[in-house]
């Protein structure tokens, strides 16, 4: 049983560039939430989506969007990057209900 | 809003027992979360609690307070893997899905 993937596993681009990153969440799983993790900080929710609609936002501004796909699987789009940007961009599955969120090894986004 | 505090760093001797406190504020409750992290990986979920008292689990236990807004996770017989960052996660009542809002982590070091 897969677990949840991300792709790529680390990405460098320049400012004011935009990125994709991707992730396909675990087995039976249809809710997806999207993490940024600063340096040596816990991890900041961006968004969740769930019947490929966005369900809730945390307090990212609008460069942040993303997208869900009719097989669960999600994107996060970054544009116009900035240098604070630069995280680990981790994706965690659930069940609807489900209390635990399994996350994936995430994407390493630094933005020279 | 949410508001959750713990330890930046804690060292302990191989063997023997941690004890990591987490406290928090928040304008809806709706279950605390241990996870761990090692470095470069992704959070792998520990502990659930949701109400009051203490949940055992192997090495590992967590106890939560509603009431003092307040949890521990507490880790015995210490070993060199234990070594990572641990994460205490609220998940808010009011939301329509499952949002975790994370503390900054709480990093452990094991010596022998």
């Known amino acids: 049983d897969a677990g949840v993937t991300q792709s790529p596993t680390h990405l460098i681009k320049t400012r004011g560039q935009q990125v994709t990153l991707r992730c396909s969440p675990k087995?039976?799983?249809?809710?997806v939430s999207w993490y940024q993790q600063a340096l040596g900080q816990g991890p900041q929710f961006i968004f969740q989506?769930?019947?490929?609609?966005?369900?809730q936002r945390g307090n990212f501004p609008d460069r942040f969007s993303g997208h869900q796909f009719p097989n669960y699987s999600s994107e996060l789009n970054v544009n116009a990057l900035l240098l604070g940007d630069s995280a680990l961009y981790l994706c965690?599955?659930?069940?609807?209900?489900?209390?635990?969120?399994?996350f994936g090894p995430g994407t390493r986004l630094t933005v020279t | 809003g949410q508001n959750i505090d713990q330890p930046t760093e804690m060292t302990a001797t191989e063997g023997a027992i941690v004890q990591i406190n987490c406290t928090y504020q928040?304008?809806?409750?709706?279950?605390l979360f241990w996870y761990q992290q090692h470095a470069g990986e992704a959070p792998t979920f520990l502990s659930y609690?949701?109400?009051?008292g203490l949940e055992e689990k192997g090495r590992f236990s967590s106890f939560l307070s509603r009431s003092k807004g307040y949890s521990y996770l507490l880790l015995k017989e210490l070993q060199m893997k234990d070594s990572a960052s641990y994460l205490c996660?609220?998940?808010?009542?009011?939301?329509?899905?499952?949002?975790?809002?994370f503390g900054g982590g709480t990093r452990v070091l094991v010596k022998p």
């Open positions: 087995s039976g799983h249809d809710t």
């Open positions: 996660a609220v998940r808010d009542l009011l939301a329509a899905g499952n949002k975790l809002t």
């Open positions: 609690n949701v109400l009051d």
């Open positions: 965690a599955s659930s069940l609807p209900r489900g209390y635990e969120q399994y």
């Open positions: 928040t304008s809806g409750f709706n279950g």
């Open positions: 989506y769930y019947e490929e609609e966005e369900r």
